[in-house]
């Protein structure tokens, strides 16, 4: 139980189209759902966090305007990146926690990641 | 954010125990301490968690410290898929996401 899944697991795009990736919990209710992102070489920077039907948080440094995030169900979430650039190039992974899990409802379940790179 | 400290990197040899040393001197009462592991190009994946007493689980142990201000994740045989940086985090009981430090990379030696 506890997955958590990612598409596109890659996906390149040139300079200023925008990208959507979306993100399920597929045998749970994700009442809030993470996204981070990660450079080569660091480790995860949690961007945002969104719980179902509401608008997400945005950590400090993120532009909101840029990573759409939507949460329109307990199982779907998805980020856009506006008009990307090169500079937007990383690996955006996401994160589920919910009800439903057996034996806790604290810990997060990670997706297995998207590879984005802008030309 | 408690704060989590771990070595760097750690070397094993395949089908020995791996200790791995995390201290969180200024943990909360209310803070779980968690651990997760990283493969290459893969998300981050749950291996055991624990609040006061040390836990067991199929992939890992979790003991923690009397005091709760350091725990150590022990494996108990290395494998060459047990390659990864294994990250230690306290999180509480809310909803406030988990905060990744910089993990201690596994290297397994066959």
């Known amino acids: 139980g506890a997955v958590v899944s990612q598409h596109p697991s890659r996906v390149i795009c040139k300079s200023g189209t925008s990208v959507k990736i979306e993100c399920r919990s597929l045998?749970?209710?994700?009442?809030?759902m993470f996204w981070y992102r990660q450079f080569p070489k660091q480790s995860l920077m949690l961007m945002a966090t969104?719980?179902?039907?509401?608008?997400?948080?945005?950590e400090q440094g993120v532009e909101k305007d840029k990573f759409l995030i939507n949460h329109a169900s307990l199982t779907l979430s998805t980020l856009t990146v506006t008009s990307a650039h090169p500079e937007d190039s990383s690996f955006y992974i996401c994160?589920?926690?919910?009800?439903?899990?057996?034996?806790?409802?604290?810990?997060?379940?990670f997706g297995p990641g998207t590879r984005l790179t802008v030309t | 954010d408690a704060k989590t400290t771990q070595p760097n990197s750690m070397e094993s040899n395949e089908e020995e125990p791996v200790h791995l040393p995390c201290n969180h001197s200024t943990i909360s009462g209310t803070d779980y301490i968690h651990w997760y592991r990283q493969l290459p190009s893969q998300g981050p994946e749950y291996v055991i968690h624990g609040l006061t007493s040390n836990v067991n689980n199929r992939m890992a142990s979790l003991a923690i410290a009397e005091d709760r201000k350091s725990s150590t994740l022990i494996l108990h045989r290395a494998t060459l898929r047990d390659a990864a940086v294994y990250y230690c985090i306290l999180g509480d009981s809310g909803n406030t996401p988990l905060v990744f430090g910089k993990g201690t990379r596994l290297s397994v030696i066959a």
């Open positions: 045998d749970f209710q994700a009442t809030t």
């Open positions: 969104s719980n179902e039907g509401s608008k997400a948080t945005y």
């Open positions: 994160s589920a926690r919910g009800a439903g899990l057996a034996g806790s409802t604290y810990e997060q379940y």
